[in-house]
C-alpha cells in the first residue's frame, strides 16, 4: 500500500509532499528547509529514492538541490526547465520507479511555465493520485503570467488544454495533489476546498467547464499584481540554491537598533498587531509572524536590504527565520528578543496608535478623516467603502505622498495588512487609526458603499433611480427585472447614448454576475453620471427572491 504525506507550507500558501510505499519515497517541490521532509522520512522509515520538482518555482526557494544532496537521492527535474546545475531531465511519459509497484509517470502539463510537469503516482499501474505543482489547483489553476508577459496568453491556454489533458488520462477518483492554491499569489484564484480528485474538478473547475476563449479571458481579467520578490525566485531556483543557514543571528541592543534605523534600514518587530499597536520602538514595522510574513515582507522589503527582528521569545524568532529562508532573505542582520523596553534606550519612550472597528468608524462618520483602504485590485472590485482612498500595501511605501493629510483610518480584509500599512504610515510620523475588523462588518456598520446588496438596488429604484441592465440581448430576453432599462455594454463601450428613459437620472447598473456592471458604472461616473452597480448582478437578485419577468421594458 502507497502513501502520501502533506507538508503544509502556509505562511506561503503550499504544499509538498512526501510519497512512496513500504521502502521507498518521493519528495515532490520540497521546501527549502529540507529537514521537515527529512524528519518525514525518518518518521515512515523508508529511503528517499527521488526527489522531483513540477516546475522551476517563482514563489520560493527549493530545497530540491540540498535535499537530493543529502540523502543521495536522484534530482528530478522537467527537462524543458533551464538549469545551471546535474540533474534527472523528466519528459513526458517518463517513469521513475520508487519501488516494486510503485512508479512516478511524468505528464507535461505546461500552462503555469512552459515546462511544467504533473506526475501521477501510479501502483501496480493503477494511477492513484496526480501531483499537479502549479497545474490543475483545487477548483482554479496556476497563474500562467509569472514567465514573461509575451507569453501569458499563450501559457492561459496550455493551462486549458494541460487541465483536459488531465481529466481525460486520468480516473475520475484520482487525487490531485497541487503545490499551490492554498493561499499562495502563485494560484489564479482562491482554493475551493482542502481535497479534491480528478473527477470533483471535471464538475467544478473552470478549466474544465468552460470552452477555451471564455476560460482565458476570465482568467486573464482576474490577474492581480505578481509579488515583487517572484522576480528573484526563478533565478535563484535556476542558479541552484545555497544550503539554507538556520542558526540563531546575532543579538542587537537597543543602541544597535537605533543606528540601524537611523541608517534607513528595516527593523521589523514580529509580535501581533494588538501588542505593536499598544507600543513600539519609534519607526519599527509591524510584520505578524502568524500571518503572511514571508509573503508580505518580501513583497514589500527591496530586495537585499538588511533586515533586524524584534521578537517576543527564541521561539517566534527562530519561526519567522524559517519562514523568511524560504523566500530568499536567509540572513537577518541582527535580532532581539523581550519587548519594547529592552529595545529603547534609557530616556526613549515607545510610540502607540489606536485601532478601532468599522462601527467605530462609521460612528464617527468619514467627512473629516482619510480612509485608507490597502487590499488588492480584485478585492477592491468586488466593494469598497465610498469615497475611500485605494493605494494596495505593496504600494504604500512609494505612495505615501500620496496620502493627503489629517488622520488615516486604514483597513484591509481582515486586519493583518492594515496593521503593516499603518506602522509604515507611523513610522513616516502620520497619525494613524488601524480598522482590525473584517470587510463584511463596514456594510453592517452602515458605512457608505460604493457597490448596492439586490435590496438595496430595488429601495433605490422604487424611489428615484433606473435599473440599467448591461447584458447582451438573448441574456436580457431570457429573464431581468421588472422596469428594468436596457442598455448592453457594448454599446455604451461603443459611444451609444443613454435609452430615453435613463436620462437624468441616477443609474443602477446591473449584469449577470457584477463583473460587468462594475464596468459600466466606472465607464457612466467617468461621463459624470451618478451611476453605482450590483454586487452579484442578476444572480444575486434571484437569489434574493426579486421579481424577475421575461416580458419588454423601458428602452
Known amino acids: 500500500m502507497s502513501f502520501v504525506d502533506t507538508i503544509e507550507v502556509p505562511g506561503l500558501g503550499n504544499r509538498s509532499y512526501l510519497a512512496g510505499g513500504a521502502h521507498g519515497a518521493v519528495a515532490v517541490d520540497p521546501p527549502r528547509d529540507v529537514d521537515r521532509v527529512l524528519a518525514a522520512v525518518a518518521r515512515r522509515g523508508v529511503g528517499l529514492t527521488h526527489v522531483v520538482e513540477t516546475h522551476v518555482h517563482n514563489d ?5 538541490l540540498e535535499l537530493a544532496r543529502l540523502t543521495g537521492a536522484a534530482y528530478a527535474v522537467p527537462a524543458g526547465a533551464r538549469v545551471a546545475y546535474e540533474r534527472v531531465p523528466v519528459a513526458d511519459g517518463d517513469v521513475l520507479e520508487i519501488e516494486a509497484g510503485l512508479a512516478l509517470r511524468a505528464l507535461a502539463t505546461p500552462g503555469h511555465t512552459p515546462h511544467h510537469t504533473s506526475y501521477v503516482l501510479e501502483e501496480t499501474g493503477r494511477a492513484v493520485a496526480v501531483f499537479t505543482g502549479g497545474s490543475l489547483l483545487v477548483g482554479t489553476v496556476g497563474r500562467p503570467d509569472l514567465v514573461e508577459p509575451r507569453l501569458t496568453s499563450e501559457l492561459a491556454r496550455a493551462q486549458h488544454a494541460s487541465a483536459h489533458r488531465l481529466a481525460a488520462e486520468l480516473p475520475d477518483a484520482t487525487a490531485v495533489l497541487p503545490t499551490h492554491g492554498f493561499g499562495s499569489f502563485c494560484s489564479a484564484g482562491d482554493a475551493a476546498g482542502p481535497a479534491t480528485t480528478v473527477g470533483r474538478e471535471r464538475a467544478v473547475n473552470d478549466a474544465l467547464v468552460k470552452d477555451v476563449d471564455t476560460f482565458v479571458a476570465e ?5 492581480d499584481d505578481v509579488p515583487a520578490y517572484y522576480a528573484h525566485m526563478g533565478p535563484l531556483n535556476s542558479g541552484g540554491p545555497a544550503p539554507v543557514d538556520l542558526t540563531p543571528p546575532r543579538r542587537a541592543d537597543a543602541a544597535e537598533i537605533a543606528a540601524r534605523l537611523a541608517a534607513g534600514e528595516w527593523v521589523v518587530d514580529l509580535r501581533t498587531r494588538v501588542a505593536f499597536a499598544a507600543g513600539h520602538v519609534p519607526g519599527t514595522l509591524n510584520f505578524e509572524a502568524d500571518g503572511q510574513l514571508a509573503a508580505y515582507l518580501a513583497w514589500l ?5 538588511p533586515v533586524t527582528l524584534l521578537a517576543e521569545s527564541a521561539a517566534q524568532l527562530a519561526a519567522a ?3 523568511l529562508s524560504r523566500v530568499g532573505i536567509d540572513r537577518p542582520a541582527a535580532a532581539a528578543i523581550g519587548a519594547p523596553e529592552a529595545w529603547l534606550r534609557a530616556g526613549e519612550r515607545p ?8 462601527a467605530v468608524l462609521a460612528a464617527r462618520g468619514t467627512e473629516d478623516v482619510v480612509v485608507l483602504d490597502v487590499r488588492r485590485d480584485a478585492e477592491r472590485a468586488g466593494d469598497h467603502i465610498r469615497g475611500s482612498l485605494h493605494i494596495p500595501l505593496h504600494h504604500v511605501r512609494e505612495r505615501l505622498g500620496e496620502i493627503p493629510g489629517g488622520t488615516v483610518w486604514v483597513h484591509c480584509a481582515g486586519g493583518m495588512r492594515a496593521a503593516v500599512a499603518a506602522s509604515l504610515l507611523d513610522a513616516a510620523g502620520r497619525d494613524v487609526v488601524a480598522v482590525d475588523d473584517g470587510f463584511a462588518a463596514a456594510r453592517a456598520a452602515g458605512l457608505p458603499m460604493a457597490r448596492l446588496t439586490p435590496a438595496e438596488a430595488r429601495e433605490r429604484t422604487d424611489a428615484d433611480a433606473v435599473l440599467l441592465d448591461v447584458r447582451e440581448a438573448d441574456a436580457w430576453a431570457a429573464g431581468h427585472a421588472p422596469g428594468a432599462v436596457h442598455a448592453p455594454l457594448s454599446g455604451l463601450t461603443g459611444g451609444a447614448p443613454l435609452p430615453p428613459a435613463a436620462v437624468d437620472r441616477p443609474l443602477v447598473v446591473i449584469c449577470r454576475s457584477g463583473r460587468r456592471s462594475r464596468e459600466a458604472a466606472a465607464l457612466l461616473t467617468a461621463r459624470g453620471l451618478d451611476a453605482v452597480d450590483v454586487v452579484g448582478g442578476m444572480t444575486a437578485w434571484r437569489a434574493a427572491g426579486l421579481a424577475v419577468t421575461a416580458e419588454g421594458a423601458a428602452g
Do not use: D, I, K, N
Open 321 to 323: 527565520q524559517r519562514e
Open 60 to 64: 520560493y526557494v527549493s530545497g530540491g
Open 351 to 358: 510610540r502607540s496608535f489606536p485601532r478601532a472597528t468599522f
Open 301 to 305: 522589503l527591496p530586495w537585499g536590504r
Open 219 to 223: 482568467l486573464l481579467a482576474g490577474l
